[in-house]
Nanobody, 121 residues
Framework: QVQLVESGGGLVQAGGSLRLSCAAT????????MGWFRQAPGKQRELVAV???????RYADSVKGRFTIARDNAKNTVYLQMNSLKPEDTAVYYC???????????????WGQGTQVTVSS
């Protein structure tokens, strides 16, 4: 099992910055993709950014040039640096990771509990 623990959300004015962190703990062989999704009230959950264990990152068009995803494989942690925040970035942000089990037999998708990001105008 894998637990994803997020931190770093909060309230910020438009144009400000926030940094989200998500640490994966528990028993697993390897974490493959790690990423961030968000869900605003009344809307579907959407991809924000994803970073594979090796390879290029991917961003939603709405955050390109403003958000940066990074990971520390030694700490099994993924970060999301959010700059030039806009009111439309307001949402609950969820960490996501897929992990290969310790016995290397099962690949499973995991979600964090979510952290609120609120951007005031």
């Amino acid at each position: 099992q894998v637990q994803l623990v997020e931190s770093g959300g909060g309230l910020v004015q438009a144009g400000g910055s926030l940094r989200l962190s998500c640490a994966a703990t528990g028993s697993f062989f390897r974490i493959n993709n790690m990423g961030w999704f968000r869900q605003a009230p009344g809307k579907q959950r959407e991809l924000v950014a994803v970073i594979p264990s090796g390879g290029s990152t991917r961003y939603a068009d709405s955050v390109k040039g403003r958000f940066t995803i990074a990971r520390d494989n030694a700490k099994n942690t993924v970060y999301l640096q959010m700059n030039s925040l806009k009111p439309e970035d307001t949402a609950v942000y969820y960490c996501n990771a897929d992990a290969l089990s310790a016995d290397r037999l099962t690949l499973k998708d995991y979600w964090g509990q979510g952290t609120q990001v609120t951007v005031s105008s």
